[in-house]
């Protein structure tokens, strides 16, 4: 695909450069990326790759933009809040660079859907935040031979590695043949993310991506890089392809897309408190409760670091990770309302809580976040 002259001024810089050239800027031009989330990792993978020159990118998120979400994901702005992300990120993509062509897709990628979008692009990035679309991706990259880049953020930790066993590397499952247990490992609004990181990881992954495409340099194919943000350290890790493997391996078991809910285990844990721990409360039901000067004890189950953003008061904080070395804190024949964030972390105390014997427990639904919202709406939300 010839440059015009525009293209020529636009990535000159590019163009003096032997290993790029008109060349590999063509090979650009000609390229197809699908982005799979246009948050965090998505926002410095857009804009990047945009203003590198690639041809096509897809963009794929049934998010909108939220307050919190401003301090990591640069590729919205203020006025964008309330907005789709894909709207909102390909808006910003043609100030970059009107030359791109953006195709979004407003809805979540599934085992129905991914094989059909993923097919038109010749390699796929990975900027999720859970296990059931971490392994939905993989396997589609897999099936239709395309190159998978990865990337994952949390707190100060970032890791980035290129998934591909048609050059004869690994995939996604042969780092991890198992999700773990539903609730194990927190998600970033859980436990935070420093802003700037997912710049850092989303820049790694593009590079990788502008690799591939051009066909020079040395892709992280059998590498896991892992970065710390916090002690400004990189490492590296060989990973190897597993013979065994049931979707790359020599004998592949995995014939179709699987549920991957299922198999990771998604909304058994919360369905197990309920089951076993008690029943659930509102907002405004507490708030009554509250109001009527009800017996009851009220457990914060959240960090301390959260609690000094906003608390209930009369509230009693007994991070979720404490709650059984400080179950003598409290007496089994109160009425006990559990109490975080959302209302995911509670559910898991609750389970806990139940293993001990206490029956009378209640999980607030929505979290502090609800009782902001509804009750106390002077509240900081975050």
Wanted: charged letters at 25%; aromatic letters at 6%; hydrophobic letters at 40%.
């Amino acid at each position: 695909m010839a440059l015009t002259n525009e293209e020529v001024l636009r990535y000159s810089r590019h163009l003096i450069m032997p290993e790029v050239g008109m060349k590999g800027q063509e090979k650009l031009k000609a390229s197809s990326v699908l982005l799979i989330g246009a948050g965090g990792l998505g926002s410095p993978l857009g804009m990047y790759l945009a203003a590198a020159g690639v041809g096509r990118l897809g963009i794929v998120d049934f998010d909108v933009v939220d307050h919190s979400n401003l301090h990591r994901q640069v590729i919205h702005g203020t006025s964008s809040v309330g907005k789709p992300k894909v709207e909102s990120a390909k808006a910003r993509i043609a100030e970059i660079n009107p030359n791109v062509q953006v195709t979004t897709y407003m809805e979540p990628v599934n085992r129905e859907n991914i094989l059909g979008i993923l097919k038109d692009y010749d390699l796929v990035i990975d900027g999720t935040d859970n296990f059931p679309t971490r392994y939905l991706v993989n396997d589609a990259a897999v099936m239709l031979g395309k190159a998978n880049i990865y990337g994952s953020i949390f707190r100060f930790d970032g890791q980035v590695t290129v998934f591909d066993p048609k050059r004869g590397g690994p995939c996604y499952r042969c780092l991890y043949p198992e999700p773990p247990p539903p609730g194990m490992v927190p998600s970033c609004a859980e436990g935070g993310v420093l802003g700037v990181l997912p710049g850092t990881v989303g820049l790694l992954q593009a590079t990788e991506a502008v690799k591939l495409i051009m066909g020079e340099g040395k892709p992280l194919i059998g590498r896991l890089l892992l970065f710390n943000a916090l002690d400004m350290k990189f490492r590296e890790l060989k990973i190897r392809r597993d013979p065994a493997c049931p979707m790359c391996g020599d004998h592949p078991t995995i014939k179709e897309l699987i549920d991957y809910e299922q198999f990771c285990g998604m909304g058994r844990g919360h369905e197990e408190a309920e089951a076993s721990a008690g029943a659930e409360i509102d907002a405004q039901t507490l708030k009554e409760w509250m109001d009527a000067k009800k017996k009851f004890v009220l457990v914060d189950v959240r960090e301390p670091n959260e609690w000094e953003i906003a608390h209930i008061e009369g509230a009693k904080l007994i991070p979720l990770g404490q709650i059984a070395g400080r179950v003598n804190e409290l007496d089994s024949a109160d009425e006990i309302v559990l109490q975080c964030h959302h209302g995911s972390r509670s559910a898991r105390a609750q389970a806990a809580l139940a293993k001990f014997g206490f029956k009378k427990t209640y999980n607030l639904m929505g979290g502090i976040d609800a009782w902001a919202t509804e009750v106390e709406p002077g509240m900081p939300r975050y």
